[in-house]
């Protein structure tokens, strides 16, 4: 790494997630800013390369955005020393085989989830790192966003007490794509390709989950497919093989249920398009992407049910909006400034490819369960010491023995 500059590869950047946040919000951002800000106060600045698999695709992208360094050869790109850390926005089923190929070149990892298309595989990749000592992070998004990052701050303080249940409530409606374009690619529904929700949302709900409010210990969901046939970007039908509609039930460590639904096929009637309700015994809050409201103990009001008389008391308006006295940032260029400081400075950094692996497990299971009707428990997943494969190996087929009860 050189002392000026940070060297990053992006594979993946032509695609929806990979060129608005990665990209265009958090790269190109830290760029214009100067570089990632230090602990010590000085900065450090990025270069950027392009990776994927149309040159002229490529060459548009880097032209629109000044980008000198773009590749269809990413064998190539990871044997170049100029390049520091390897960015992995690509579809999931591509993911883990570029991931392998950049630890194996010894490059810092930084990548989207899932981190594979199962849990084997992505206990492979976080123990393929640790062998190989290369830095690991895992995009962690949610966490940054502004009303969770209050409801933390809630959590933290300790305004709930007891915390004893949470409730979410995440998705919109997207369409079919016969009359009006679908928002989502048509492979986020073809199971063959990756797709899925449970895939998609579940490793979010897994760190979410475990680092707001404890690990998860078990799951029960349904996973459905709502809309079975949808039409693709040329405006051909198509069988939805995927799941486009999951609700679970999640048991975590304390004694705290979680209930979170997940839903492409739901038209939206609350204040935005995630919502959490927490509630403990000292209190209770409502997060969303950007606001959080809370309602203490001692200003709880007390319904009474009565179906023989219309309610007119406003329970809206029991609710107190949390300030938002901090100024909160793309949360997606947030981690993304933390993950460099990790990279240049050594600090401590959590969210890594073992923590994808646990998010991973969450989604296998909650399929399994959908699959079986049962509940499922959740083994602890760690590593053992780096090079320690005998260890690994054992640990690996006790918790593939533990999926499989």
């Known amino acids: 790494m050189s002392e000026q500059t940070i060297g990053i590869i992006v594979n993946g950047a032509t695609g929806r ?21 230090l602990s010590d106060g000085t900065r450090r600045q990025i270069e950027l390369i392009l990776v994927g698999r149309n040159q002229v ?39 883990a085989t570029a991931l392998r190929k950049a630890i194996a070149a010894g490059k810092t990892i930084y990548t989207e989830k899932p981190t594979a298309e199962s849990f084997e595989e992505a206990l492979e990749l976080a123990r ?10 895992v995009v962690h998004d949610k966490l940054y966003l502004p009303g969770l990052r209050k409801l933390k701050r809630l959590i933290d303080s300790g305004f709930f007490g007891r915390i004893l249940s949470v409730r979410g409530e995440f998705g919109y409606w997207v369409f079919e794509g016969d009359w009006q374009p679908a928002q989502r690619p048509s492979w986020n529904y073809r199971a063959e390709d990756g797709g899925g929700i449970v895939v998609d949302m579940f490793p979010h709900w897994s760190y979410v989950l475990e680092n707001l409010f404890g690990r998860v210990e078990s799951v029960y969901a349904k996973a ?51 919502q959490f309700q927490v509630d403990g015994t000292h209190g209770s809050a409502v997060a969303g992407l950007f606001g959080c409201k809370v309602q203490p103990r001692n200003v709880t009001p007390k319904p009474v049910w009565n179906p023989d008389l219309a309610d007119d008391h406003d329970y809206a308006g029991d609710w107190q909006d949390v300030p938002t006295n901090d100024v909160f940032e793309n949360g997606f ?9 990790h990279v240049v400075e050594d600090g401590p950094y959590e969210y890594d490819l073992l923590a994808g692996a646990r998010g991973v497990l969450l989604a296998e299971l909650g399929l399994e369960s959908s699959r079986t009707g049962r ?25 593939e023995a533990s999926v499989a009860r």
Request: a negative charge.
């Open 224 to 274: 459905t497919t709502h809309i079975p046939e949808r039409f693709d970007e040329r405006g051909e039908a198509y069988a939805a093989t995927a799941d486009d509609a999951a609700y679970g039930v999640f048991e975590l460590e304390g004694g705290v249920i979680a209930q979170l639904n997940s839903s492409w096929t739901v038209r939206v009637d609350r204040d935005e398009l995630v």
């Open 375 to 399: 509940r499922l428990d959740l083994p602890e997943v760690t590593l053992g010491s780096p090079g320690d494969t005998a260890g690994a190996d054992e640990e690996l087929a006790s918790l």
């Open 17 to 37: 997630m990979g060129y608005r946040q990665h990209l265009v919000r958090s790269l190109l951002a830290i760029q214009e800013q100067g570089g990632v800000q």
């Open 333 to 341: 260029k947030t981690q993304w400034e933390e993950f460099l400081r």
């Open 128 to 137: 393929l790192a640790a062998e190989a000592g290369v830095k690991n992070g």
């Open 57 to 95: 695709t490529l060459d548009e992208l880097a032209a629109r955005h000044g980008i000198e360094h773009t590749s269809t050869d990413l064998d190539a790109v990871l044997a170049d020393p100029r390049w520091d850390i390897y960015a992995d926005f690509l579809v999931t089923k591509a993911r």
